[in-house]
């Protein structure tokens, strides 16, 4: 049972127990010892935990602990009166197993003293990483006089492990609102929060605090995270708490509600201030009222967990590996700002330069899948357009906000799971800004602190031309938190992120989920040769296709040298939702499979396990009797290269027949266009491909492919078979309407995916710029990713290299063929930016990869798109590769 809970039985049911145990002639355990002592120490003058534990601030290897003595566990005349006394903390494994380091318990003893206000702050340093532990304490007046006290548990973070992690974020814990005071004025209410001043709180559980907590509690977080208007000090504003007797009280009736107790006692705490716990209302530095700054930080370090007792120079801006997926910012929005009457300019900072240097500088080091930085005000919002002292507001700070979204986007950490998290906005929602950076507001904690929020294209509102997009508005309002889970990646699922709305009664109101999208090709970082603005002029070449009507929304990714140096997308993936393309966002890629196909022959010629001049009939015994058309029989059988270089003669469609060996069997019985090795013909011989693989490895096709190739390049979103959620993410196909001057929703077989279709190795698989990307880095490093090698060099080096000879090949000039592959042997047209040797695929569909080892370069374009002409040839294709190549001149 918590602490709080013993606390709250009081002595009658105390004796009830002490009583019980009697009857029963059980001997009184320490719980119920616990109890007792509890219950009667305010009675008999001795000091209580009557705010219970509250842990802070974890790292890998470091904790705070802190307790406040009280004389009672409850409120007296409105306040929680301190106590004098003694806390000893004993920190230990939960499990109390062995360790690479030790793992004795770990005691310090502090005193309670009244200018820290009675708060007993413990330092702990040197736990192990990701490991489980529990804090207890003994409390009392003296050293002779320790009684048990609350206990806590805690897990530090583990910033290398690949494990998940849970976490909610909170704001708006409006006490007076809650409990209804009847000094609120109503009128200022109206005006402030765009709504009625509501009710407060008449359940009957109103003595136990807010409801949410318990629904916190029974989720389990790993930590929780208060982002600021944590106590109301103006609320209400008259009188407003500036004495620090009277900011202290805030604090007191806040965390002395049971249900705080029992939740600090199983979830650690981050916390952040902003205006009403700083001074007041959009406070800033200035103007000559109490509290004054200086107080205010005063009181964020004394009353919450942030920093060590005595630590001298504290930044209340820092950030936290959580997972190796997962790190967290937390910002100083108050102590360091410009002031608000300011005109809005360069030199008006919410965080001032030696916060924004640091936010910048740590940004960029974070090679964490996940980088969520958790604001107290918004950035994007929109708010209310009377306000001027945040990110959002007209007249506030949108310039700082716009330089950093520019920077942003210019290092391309938009593009690398970066995301923001807010409080301070009394409602909830989803903001995604022109620029695409995404916000995401935990809204109001308390319900009776709730308000609606306010609507894109509200001419009250900081965004009255309706430019930020809005996935999700709360409407009705109600109180409640943002719970955010990072899940590593797992088998064949990217790692993700999830962002999850609730009401406070556990209500699921909305949810977002995030992927991995990023190549692990090569670490970010420096970009040499590659001029920025240059690669800027892709994503507006891409929206003019969309203007004239050539494509619907376009992904495109550029690397050099290893770094991924451009990702981005433009345009809609499906134009009747409105859904946007984004750079998870999900493709048929088509014939852009055959490489791939190509890669597991060559897997199995590294092994021994076949040879490109075997005769296919070795494997599938129906091909020893093709023919020719006419029924002639040809100067020879086709081979394994022969279905890797269209010089096969097989001139049938690409589609599966039932299974992969059905297929198979029904093109051996299909005539031949010419005898193989005289012609080059685009035909369905990596199918047949497909069907030696299955028999030489004796696997099916789309799992040899999962364990050999997609499995250890990490390419978890490349399938035949898209998910329900994948599925969401798909790119619509489309096609010119009748008169070219527009585009409408198109079909095509390869889309017509169920549980029982066949992989096709010739066009069936489902992918992302991102696992591409990681396909073709291996190809350009000779076979290898990240230590995982796939194939032998000289494999590479003979499926990357001219094996057509002169014959005349497809799909433009100057075009020879490789083993899976199209190879520029004579760049002109489409390819004359290309350097001679790159090679690549297109599909169907008008997506590319193409891969230039002379400039270490890798381009991959994704559209989709039918009926538009030959997608090798297309200026989409064209222009996307031009303007990557100027901007590696530049």
């Known amino acids: 049972m918590p602490y709080s809970d013993l606390l709250r039985l009081g002595r009658n049911a105390v004796l009830c ?30 000091p209580v935990a009557g705010m219970g534990i509250m842990v802070g601030e974890l790292s890998d290897t470091s904790a705070l602990v802190q307790v406040r003595l009280t004389q009672a566990d409850r409120l007296v005349d409105g306040d929680a009166p301190g106590a004098a006394g003694i806390v000893e903390f004993v920190v230990r494994p939960a499990d109390n197993g062995p360790a690479k380091d030790s793992r004795t318990p770990v005691s310090q003893i502090v005193q309670a003293t009244a200018d820290r206000d009675f708060i007993a702050r413990a ?28 206990s806590a548990r805690f897990k530090t973070l583990a910033s290398s492990a690949a494990e998940p992690v849970r976490f909610v974020v909170v704001t708006g814990m409006n006490y007076a609102k809650f409990h209804g005071d009847t000094r609120i004025d109503r009128k200022q209410h109206v005006l402030q929060n765009n709504t009625e001043l509501p009710l407060p709180y008449a359940g009957p559980d109103k ?85 004054s700054p200086e107080v205010g930080r005063r009181m964020m370090l004394e009353q919450l967990p942030v920093a060590a007792a005595d630590a001298q120079d504290v930044k209340t801006y ?57 604001s107290p005000t918004p950035m994007i919002g929109p708010d209310d357009l009377r306000k ?43 903001a995604v800004s022109p620029a695409g950076i995404e916000e995401f507001s935990c ?9 609606p929020g306010r609507k894109s294209g509200d001419p009250q509102s900081t965004d009255p031309q309706g430019l930020i997009r809005q996935p999700y508005l709360q409407d009705p309002p109600s109180g409640g938190f943002l719970l955010v889970k990072a899940a590593p990646a797992a088998d064949q699922q990217a790692a993700q992120l999830t962002f999850s709305f609730f009401d406070e009664h556990g209500k699921l109101l909305h949810e977002h989920v995030k992927r991995d999208t990023a190549p692990s090709a090569a670490p970010q970082g420096a970009e040499p040769g590659v001029g920025e603005e240059a690669l800027k002029k892709i ?56 490489p791939v196909t190509a890669a597991a022959v060559m897997i199995l010629l590294d092994e021994g396990k076949l040879r490109l001049n075997d005769p296919v009939s070795k494997y599938i015994p129906a091909f020893k009797d093709t023919t020719l058309t006419g029924g002639k029989k040809p100067a020879r059988e086709i081979t394994v290269r022969d279905c890797l270089m269209h010089t096969n003669g097989l001139v049938s469609n690409q589609r599966n027949v039932g299974t992969l060996a059905n297929t198979a069997e029904q093109l051996a019985r299909s005539e031949l266009a010419f005898d193989p090795g005289t012609r080059w013909q685009y035909g369905p011989g990596l199918s047949v491909a497909g069907r ?74 489902f992918s992302t710029a991102g696992d591409l990307v990681r396909f073709y880095q291996m190809l350009l490093n000779g076979g290898e990713l990240n230590g995982k090698r796939i194939l032998s060099k000289d494999a590479v080096q003979r499926m990357t290299s001219l094996q057509s000879g002169e014959l005349t090949t497809g799909f433009t000039p100057g075009n020879g063929w490789g083993l899976g592959v199209c190879l520029v042997r004579d760049p002109q047209g489409p390819t004359k930016m290309l350097s001679p040797g790159t090679y690549g695929h297109g599909g169907a569909f008008g997506t590319q990869g193409w891969i230039d080892p002379r400039r270490e370069m890798i381009f991959v374009l994704l559209i989709a798109r039918q009926n538009f002409g030959n997608g090798d040839a297309s200026d989409v294709r064209g222009e996307f590769q031009r303007l990557a190549v100027e901007a590696v001149r530049e």
Request: net charge negative.
């Open 207 to 291: 003595h136990l605090g807010y409801p949410a907590l318990v629904t916190i509690l029974s989720m389990k977080p790993d930590f929780f995270v208060g982002t600021g208007d944590n106590v109301y000090y103006d609320t209400p504003t008259n009188p407003r708490a500036e004495t620090i007797p009277q900011l202290r009280r805030k604090w007191h009736e806040q965390f002395v509600q049971p249900r705080y107790r029992d939740l600090f006692a199983e979830v650690p705490t981050y916390w952040e201030i902003d205006d009403h716990d700083y001074r007041i209302d959009d406070g800033d530095n200035s103007g000559d009222y109490a509290p």
């Open 17 to 46: 127990l002490f009583g019980l145990g009697l009857l029963l002639a059980c001997g009184v355990d320490d719980l119920q010892s616990l109890v007792s002592r509890s219950a009667d120490a305010a009675q008999a003058g001795r």
């Open 388 to 430: 001027t002292d945040n990110h959002a507001d007209v007249g506030g700070f949108q310039h700082e906000r716009d330089e950093f979204f520019a920077w942003l986007k210019e290092t391309r950490l938009d593009q690398r799971g970066f995301y923001l998290v807010c409080g301070d906005r009394h409602w909830q929602y989803h």
């Open 123 to 150: 330092s702990f340093a040197g736990l192990a990483p990701g490991t489980r532990y529990v804090c207890e304490t003994r409390i009392g007046s003296s050293r002779e006089m320790l009684q048990p006290g609350p």
């Open 443 to 451: 809204g109001a904690l308390v319900d009776e602190n709730s308000r």
């Open 539 to 594: 994503d507006q070449r891409m929206r003019e296709f969309a203007e004239a009507k050539q494509i619907a929304g376009a992904v495109t990714l550029v690397a050099r040298r290893g770094l991924m140096v451009h990702r981005s997308a433009t345009g809609k993936a499906d134009l009747a939702s409105g859904r946007e393309m984004t750079t998870d966002t999900m493709f048929a890629i088509a014939s852009m499979t055959k």
């Open 692 to 765: 030696v693989v299955e028999v030489v490895s004796g696997q099916p096709f789309d799992q040899f492919l999962a364990e050999r190739i997609f499995k250890p390049l990490e390419m978890r979103e490349t399938t035949f078979w898209p998910s329900a959620e994948q599925l969401q993410r798909l790119a619509r196909l489309y096609q010119p309407t009748a008169d070219r001057k527009d585009i409408e929703p198109g079909t095509h077989w390869i889309f017509e995916v169920s549980a029982d279709t066949t992989p096709n190795p010739s066009g069936g698989l």
């Open 318 to 374: 820092r950030m936290h590996r959580v997972s190796r997926d997962l790190q967290i910012w937390l910002v100083e929005n108050r102590m360091h700002r410009s002031p608000n009457a300011l005109p809005d300019g360069p030199e008006k900072s919410i965080w001032g330069a030696e916060q924004k240097q640091w936010l910048k500088r740590t940004l960029l080091d974070s090679d964490a899948t996940f980088k969520v930085l958790i």
